[in-house]
């Protein structure tokens, strides 16, 4: 049996349609589409007794519901105990640490931040990477768009920067780069109407290193890691700003900020086609000491139902071995050809390409 909370959400009625049978679905309200076969409960994540009922007889636990700001580890650890491995499709560093600092059984399995960002995001690199590059000098990363953001979205965004007290999030830090082995704070600088390659339309540019990031730098040993996320529409970035200058501190402040970004992220979007890119471009040399260039662009139009395949992709690679025993990071846990071509096969992309900067045949092309 395979448990999916946040069932009735825009990740988890999407990650509902691809999960196989036995499925038990849990959210608040009755998801919209039902599939013939799956188990429905109604489940309050914040009722520990009703939480523990939902996971018992599971195998594997897929939690899509958010804000994972503010859920923690609950999930987890209603998992755990029910004996069942565990799937975040977000998940942070607040619950790796608390995971690893609880007694776990051998054989238990987490893979936490299994989404497109973070998650898919930490994949593509090393991905990229993989294509003639031996040394790593550089990588630099792009990531945003166009879309529709949900209240859970919302408040994770919102609490990324801020933190669930006002005191600054956990998850990275704004303006920062990694060189030569350590967070370099300040390092880079907000770039406004900036025309950057396969965004179609001028953006803001905010650097921001996350933990992800960071984790990834210190894998593929890069000298510099530049990460940053991309504003196509002045509104959303607006309202991050006024609430990052503003934090909200208190439940009904975190509401107001979420309904804040949820309005400006549709005023940004109306009349406008969605869309969400990542951009990761890799410097260094090949196995000749050539100087070796290489880009990987991923375009989607619903950045999640990206969340929800990848997602799926970490709960089959957990039922079928493919992951050990532990507490795991998506990004390092996924195998990265397999997610890719589990990607492509689900048709959550329009593009995802690695580009050759010396002319070889792109082997990858274009979906």
Do not use: K
């Not at 973070?118 to 090393?126: A, E, F, N, Y």
């Not at 402040?253 to 471009?281: H, K, M, Q, S, W």
């Amino acid at each position: 049996m395979i448990g999916l909370l946040g069932a009735s959400g825009a990740v988890g009625s999407a990650a509902a349609a691809m999960l196989p049978l036995p499925l038990r679905l849990g959210s608040r309200r009755r998801p919209a589409q039902v599939r013939p076969g799956a188990e429905v409960v109604e489940t309050d994540i914040t009722d520990e007794a009703r939480l523990a009922e939902f996971c018992r007889g599971c195998t594997v636990v897929l939690n899509c519901a958010g804000p994972s700001a503010i859920l923690g580890d609950r999930v987890a650890r209603a998992a755990l105990v029910a004996g069942a491995s565990y799937v975040d499709a977000f998940g942070d560093d607040v619950v790796h640490e608390a995971l690893r600092s609880a007694v776990l059984p051998v054989d238990f399995i987490a893979v936490l931040s299994a989404g497109t960002v973070p998650g898919l995001s930490g994949v593509l690199p090393i991905w990229l990477t993989r294509r003639g590059i031996a040394s790593l000098d550089r990588v630099s990363a792009h990531a945003g768009g166009l879309e529709r953001c949900t209240p859970a979205a919302a408040a994770d965004m919102l609490l990324s920067v801020t933190g669930t007290d006002g005191a600054g999030g956990s998850y990275g830090q704004a303006l920062a780069a990694w060189q030569d082995g350590a967070v370099r704070p300040g390092a880079l600088r907000v770039t406004e109407d900036a025309r950057l390659p396969f965004f179609p339309d001028p953006v803001t540019v905010q650097p921001y290193l996350s933990t992800e990031a960071q984790r990834l730098a210190r894998t593929l040993g890069a000298a510099r890691v530049e990460w940053h996320t991309v504003f196509p529409g002045p509104r959303a970035r607006m309202s991050l700003a006024r609430w990052r200058a503003e934090p909200p501190t208190s439940p009904s402040t975190v509401d107001i900020a979420t309904a804040d970004l949820v309005t400006a992220a549709e005023v940004d979007l109306a009349g406008r086609n969605p869309y969400y890119v990542i951009t990761v471009r890799a410097e260094g040399r090949a196995a000749d000491g050539a100087p070796h260039r290489a880009t990987a662009v991923l375009r989607t139009e619903d950045s999640y139902r990206l969340t929800a395949t990848v997602a799926v992709a970490a709960v089959e690679q957990v039922l079928a071995g493919a992951i050990p025993p532990g507490v795991h990071f998506a990004a390092q846990a996924l195998e990265p050809e397999v997610l890719v071509e589990r990607v492509r096969s689900a048709g959550a992309v329009t593009v995802l390409e690695a580009i050759i900067d010396t002319g070889a045949e792109d082997e990858e092309g274009v979906l």
